[in-house]
């Protein structure tokens, strides 16, 4: 996917585990974002990155925190995790308007 | 808040028709304005892209914009099985910034044989 990888590609965890998904680049990309999809509710973003170490919550961060200390890798975590939380999780990348590109996605499943 | 709305379908057109796809916003400073395709267990991948009032033709594929009526369509024509997929809408409002684009929910676009 254009130099963009996410890992692991599926997790099933317990509830109030803490869980870790990474987004990686080759792209040298300025921004990063996090996405949850869900049925009936879309592409819904939850954090994103307009550089190293900034970071900026979007519409449904709570529960969520993120990490960019390089600029080709994203992580996201879950402090604890719930069964709300159970998702598929997609990493985008882009520098413009015209380049957003998807990651391949992360199926997580809280039990 | 700001609200990109599709009809979720399920839009099921013959083999060879034009399928058309709509998608209206609520932002009127909204500024671009794109169609994603996701297949099945796939990620989104950008087909289409526009920024000013009119039509811009990509192949079978054909986006309008009108934004004083704040709509934006997708047309495909001879529609091919393989257009069987979700067909999501995008909204941008601002050409800066950090680009992030508000996603309708998608609509499911089957196309039969």
Redesign the interface.
């Known amino acids: ?1 254009a130099g963009i990888t996410q890992s692991p590609r599926h997790k099933v965890t317990e509830t109030g585990t803490p869980v870790t998904l990474r987004c990686h680049q080759t792209e040298n990309h300025r ?1 990063m ?1 996090w996405y949850r999809q869900d049925p ?6 939850i954090h ?1 990155s ?1 550089g190293v170490k900034d970071t ?1 919550k ?1 519409e449904v961060s709570d529960g969520y925190s993120v990490s960019r200390s390089k600029t080709e890798d994203f992580l996201l975590t879950l402090e604890s995790a719930t069964s709300s939380q159970t998702s598929v999780y ?1 990493c985008a990348i ?1 520098e ?3 380049d ?6 992360t199926r997580l499943t809280v039990v | 808040q700001k609200e990109v709305e599709q009809n979720s379908g399920p839009l099921s057109v013959p083999e060879g028709a034009i399928a058309s796809l709509n998608c209206t916003y609520s932002d009127r400073v909204s500024q671009s304005f794109f169609w994603y395709r996701q297949y099945s267990g796939k990620s989104p991948e950008l087909i289409m892209s526009i920024y000013s009032n009119g039509d811009k033709e990509d192949g079978r594929f054909t986006a309008q914009l009108n934004k004083a009526s704040q709509y934006v369509s997708l047309l495909i024509r001879d529609s091919q099985p393989s257009d069987s997929a979700t067909y999501l809408c995008a909204v941008t409002t601002g050409s800066g910034g950090s680009y992030i684009p508000t996603f309708g929910r998608g609509t499911s676009l089957i196309v039969h044989p």
């Open positions: 996917d921004y974002y009936g509710h879309g592409l819904r973003l994103y307009y900026d979007g997609f882009s413009s308007l015209s957003y590109t998807f990651g391949s996605g």
